[in-house]
């Protein structure tokens, strides 16, 4: 598979992960998300949710199965982001390996294709979503502070130039706002 088709999500949400909603996941047939934490379920200096995302969290639980997995190496945060949402994980996953994500997926029972990787990233959650064959999410960042936000989209766009470069469209026919 060419670096061009491993960087390309199969749909971008163009909108943080607040904007997916049960009908996007019934439109895809997704059968269980893995989400990643930090910034895209949570700003990287938070470890409480939003009641946003608790109340998204729940909705999507009635209709599929629902993991963490996170590079971030901290047990105590990303368990304690886990706990509050009710849901399994997986703490320094080294995303793009495939190696934890497949550990979710086995853990769900479901065939991978029905299964969608959710993150803010290119170069880690949508590589390694399409190194394992699941359906891959990408969503903007979620930030709480200047800084960060500043530095993260610095970082996002940087990737997208690199997957441009490497040959993903990274286009509208595949965006959702």
Same mark, same amino acid.
Not at 16 to 22: Q, R
Not at 39 to 48: A, G, K, L, N, W
């Given at each position: 598979?060419?670096?061009?088709?491993?960087?390309?999500?199969?749909?971008?949400?163009?909108?943080?992960?607040?904007?997916?909603?049960?009908?996007?996941?019934?439109?895809?047939?997704?059968?269980?998300?893995?989400?990643?934490?930090?910034?895209?379920?949570?700003?990287?200096?938070?470890?409480?949710?939003?009641?946003?995302?608790?109340? @998204?969290?729940? *909705?999507?639980? +009635?209709?599929?199965?629902?993991? =963490?997995?996170?590079?971030?190496?901290?047990?105590? !945060?990303? &368990?304690?982001?886990?706990?509050?949402?009710?849901?399994?994980?997986?703490?320094?996953?080294?995303?793009?390996?495939?190696?934890?994500?497949?550990?979710?997926?086995?853990?769900?029972? @479901?065939?991978? *294709?029905?299964? +969608?990787?959710?993150?803010?990233? =290119?170069?880690?959650?949508?590589?390694?979503?399409? !190194?394992? &064959?699941?359906?891959?999410?990408?969503?903007?960042?979620?930030?709480?502070?200047?800084?960060?936000?500043?530095?993260?989209?610095?970082?996002?766009?940087?990737?997208?130039?690199?997957?441009?470069?490497?040959?993903?469209?990274?286009?509208?026919?595949?965006?959702?706002?």
């Amino acid at each position: 598979m060419s670096w061009g088709k491993l960087l390309q999500p199969d749909l971008i949400l163009g909108k943080s992960v607040l904007g997916l909603t049960l009908e996007i996941i019934q439109e895809y047939k997704i059968q269980g998300l893995v989400l990643d934490v930090d910034e895209t379920i949570v700003p990287i200096s938070d470890s409480q949710i939003s009641p946003e995302l608790n109340n @998204l969290a729940e *909705e999507v639980k +009635a209709i599929a199965s629902l993991w =963490l997995v996170s590079n971030n190496i901290s047990q105590y !945060r990303i &368990g304690r982001i886990a706990k509050s949402l009710n849901v399994p994980y997986i703490a320094g996953a080294g995303k793009p390996s495939r190696r934890k994500l497949k550990k979710a997926v086995d853990a769900m029972d @479901l065939p991978v *294709e029905q299964v +969608a990787m959710v993150g803010d990233r =290119l170069l880690t959650d949508v590589l390694a979503g399409n !190194r394992l &064959g699941m359906f891959t999410i990408l969503v903007d960042p979620i930030c709480n502070n200047i800084g960060s936000e500043f530095r993260g989209y610095r970082v996002r766009s940087l990737e997208v130039w690199v997957s441009q470069v490497l040959g993903a469209s990274l286009n509208m026919t595949n965006y959702r706002s």
